[in-house]
Nanobody, 123 residues
Framework: QVQLVESGGGLVQPGGSLRLSCAAS????????MAWYLQAPGKQRELVAG???????NYTDSVKGRFTISRDNAKNTVYLQMNSLKPEDTAVYYC?????????????????WGQGTQVTVSS
């Protein structure tokens, strides 16, 4: 049974940092591309960052230089280090795993998804 369990979300002030973690099980982690998506209230889910099995990364423009995605294949875990957080980063952040290309149109049809973790950036 595939499981993706996110942790590390919370409330942080603007300019602060958070580190999200996603623990994966039930599939061969190193074979899969991993990604973080966010979904803000009333908006569609969108890609934040992705990482291949060989640690090639890509980021959406709005987080370049602030967020860093990484993975530990020995621990079956993917991370998202978020620095210099802004109020517009507020959203539910989802971890996803897929063999489909990155960036790409990941959905419930071609990717596994976690339940999400809330990130709120507010003073």
């Amino acid at each position: 049974q595939v499981q993706l369990v996110e942790s590390g979300g919370g409330l942080v002030q603007p300019g602060g940092s958070l580190r999200l973690s996603c623990a994966a099980s039930g599939f061969i982690f190193s074979f899969y591309r991993m990604a973080w998506y966010l979904q803000a209230p009333g908006k569609q889910r969108e890609l934040v960052a992705g990482i291949s099995g060989s640690a090639i990364t890509n980021y959406t423009d709005s987080v370049k230089g602030r967020f860093t995605i990484s993975r530990d294949n020995a621990k079956n875990t993917v991370y998202l280090q978020m620095n210099s957080l802004k109020p517009e980063d507020t959203a539910v952040y989802y971890c996803a795993a897929s063999t489909s290309p990155l960036p790409g149109n990941w959905s419930s049809n071609n990717a596994y998804w976690g339940q999400g973790t809330q990130v709120t950036v507010s003073s």
